[in-house]
């Protein structure tokens, strides 16, 4: 039997350790350029459907965009449509995740405003899961009258209450 002298052993592993050290390299996410890109069109996308940069990601509050009428959940028409298009946008960028934060006004008991905004929360998130978002990607949240965006009890005051807002974490 023939052996190697170790000079020898020594360059095949090393050529081996470099060719292994050479294919992870090549299993790396994309090139920074690449992913910086990607996050600057995601980021233009965000602001274009009204999206404001906070410390949990990038928030749409979604006054004068989605609000509900009084006592309702539903979703129909043109605030489905606009919806529908936002979600394909989002898609379009790669959000794969999201919460939805349903709102309600200070009339009715908490317990009721509690349930009625979880109710707005769903409707908004099922919504989002046929424009593309993955149903189990989106974390459903209902806080009634807890939050409200406009202090007041004039109907103005409370119509903006009756919202959701959406949150798109930190990718």
């Not at 600057?40 to 004068?64: C, I």
Request: hydrophobic share 45%.
């Amino acid at each position: 039997m023939m052996t190697m002298p170790i000079p020898s052993r020594f360059f095949l592993r090393l050529l081996w350790l470099c060719f292994a050290a050479l294919a992870l390299g090549a299993c790396q996410s994309p090139p920074p350029a690449a992913a910086d890109a990607q996050a600057a069109r995601r980021a233009q996308v965000l602001r274009e459907q009204g999206f404001v940069q906070t410390g949990d990601g990038w928030e749409l509050q979604m006054s004068g965009k989605l609000l509900f009428d009084f006592n309702s959940d539903a979703m129909t028409g043109e605030r489905r449509e606009m919806l529908v298009r936002m979600g394909h946008a989002l898609v379009g960028v790669g959000v794969r995740a999201l919460r939805v934060e349903g709102h309600a006004d200070d009339q009715g008991s908490p317990d009721y405003n509690e349930r009625l905004s979880l109710r707005r929360a769903q409707a908004v998130a099922q919504v989002l899961a046929e424009a593309g978002i993955p149903r189990e990607r989106i974390d459903i949240r209902g806080y009634g009258a807890s939050r409200p965006l406009v202090i007041g009890t004039s109907e103005a005051a409370r119509q903006e209450n009756r919202r959701v807002a959406l949150i798109v974490p930190v990718q």
